[in-house]
């Protein structure tokens, strides 16, 4: 049946840049500009890419939302039209999630990622991506006594739990807010995760893992580095010990948010494995690799995750293929946006409600890096108002939602 979406209802206003003291009007004025500065610093380009990528920097945060061409790219004639609406606007009065997409492929068509030349299918974010998976050998040693708990063939519940955490709490490393071993950058231990995870939907998650195996599993992946890591870790434990059938990973199509996941960095990212000191971590990598050859991993990119548009507006295709899973796990802040739109929902509208339309039940695994956020309930909302104003984008805060 075609996926026919029924979006969410009355939506309430967009998040812009134009928000005094907003987390987007932080991006727009601060953090774009020093991820250019640090793609210049970091990258081998030629005076004509770093010609343009000053150019755009420059034109930051008050410029105007222009077209571009790019004539060699294979998402050139959709930018066009998601670029349309937002001609008359400046970053700061663009929508927020339309301005970073559109920054990020902006970059991109800077460097001459699609161009033939020196930049051609250049990552420019790779030395930040190698810089992040440079911190994760401390973090894989630590779960190597919980890899050597796994027996083949038995699903545990508890064990499955620790998975599942690993992978939300991963998503703290983002290098689009913290560099690779910034000393600001949280990274919970389990022991004090448990008091900042919002909501807690494992108990609801635990009902569909009652009769097992799933056929499919989709995971919508975010960070490559340490984050990545740990979303290969919990899909090796799904397929090992059969909960499982098949797992599908989406990856982006190209760049973008500077540590977003590429088939290519999902590749890299088992090699890395295979050659970590741990033998338990070492085999989850050989064992991540026979995964791929036998077709039971499979590694999935499309440019929809690139693109400005919300999750109700799946492409056909994708959204057909991802009617076939039993469930769809979302990582990270910006595909919480997609999901949600990145509106000013009330904070204690539920989940669930929001995104009932998705073609398969969803789990989102999400530590807070934006304004938006779903399902806290008022005393919760207030207790952290006052102890911590900055909880919503400091990324110390988590959330696991089931929408089924």
């Known amino acids: 049946m075609p996926f026919s979406p029924t979006p969410p209802q009355n939506l309430p206003a967009d998040f812009r840049g134009q928000e005094p003291g907003s987390w987007a009007a932080h991006t727009m004025q601060d953090r774009l500009p020093r991820i250019i500065e640090t793609v210049l610093r970091d990258g081998e380009f030629d005076e004509t890419a770093r010609a343009r990528l000053l150019a755009l920097q420059n034109s930051l945060p008050q410029g105007q939302i222009r077209g571009f061409n790019d004539p060699a790219a294979p998402d050139n004639a959709a930018w066009a039209g998601y670029v349309q609406p937002w001609l008359d606007s400046s970053w700061l009065t663009a929508n927020w999630f339309f301005a970073e997409c559109y920054f990020y492929r902006r970059l991109l068509a800077a460097t001459g990622y699609y161009a033939p030349g020196p930049g051609e299918h250049i990552d420019p974010f790779a030395p930040q991506k190698e810089g992040g998976l440079r911190q994760a050998p401390a973090w894989l040693a630590r779960l190597a006594a919980a890899l050597n708990r796994v027996v083949p063939g038995r699903f545990d519940q508890q064990q499955f739990d620790f998975w599942l955490q690993t992978a939300l709490w991963g998503n703290q490393a983002d290098l689009s807010i913290w560099q690779a071993g910034d000393q600001n950058q949280p990274l919970h231990a389990a022991s004090s995760s448990a008091s900042h995870l919002l ?117 056909r295709a994708l959204a057909a293929e991802l009617s076939q899973s039993q469930l769809i796990i979302s990582k990270g802040d910006a595909n919480y946006r997609r999901i949600a739109g990145d509106f000013h929902w009330p904070a204690g509208k539920p989940f669930g409600d929001i995104a009932a339309y998705s073609p398969a039940p969803l789990l989102a695994l999400r530590t807070l890096k934006s304004e938006l956020v779903l399902g806290v309930d008022p005393a919760t909302l207030a207790r952290l108002d006052q102890q911590d104003p900055t909880w919503r984008t400091n990324g110390h805060y988590g959330l696991i939602q089931l929408a089924a």
């Open 199 to 315: 909501a807690d939907d494992r108990s609801p998650l635990a009902n569909l893992f009652k009769r097992l195996p799933l056929k499919r599993i989709d995971i919508i992946l975010d960070n490559a580095g340490i984050e990545l890591s740990g979303d290969l870790l919990l899909a090796d434990y799904l397929l090992t010990t059969g909960a499982a059938d098949e797992i599908v990973l989406h990856a982006k199509a190209h760049p973008t948010f500077v540590s977003d996941a590429l088939t290519s960095d999902i590749l890299k990212t088992i090699r890395f494995l295979t050659r970590q000191q741990s033998a338990a971590v070492s085999a989850a990598g050989e064992r991540l690799g026979n995964w791929v050859s036998a077709g039971q991993m499979l590694l999935r990119s499309h440019f929809y995750w690139n693109a400005p548009l919300w999750f109700w507006q799946l492409d």
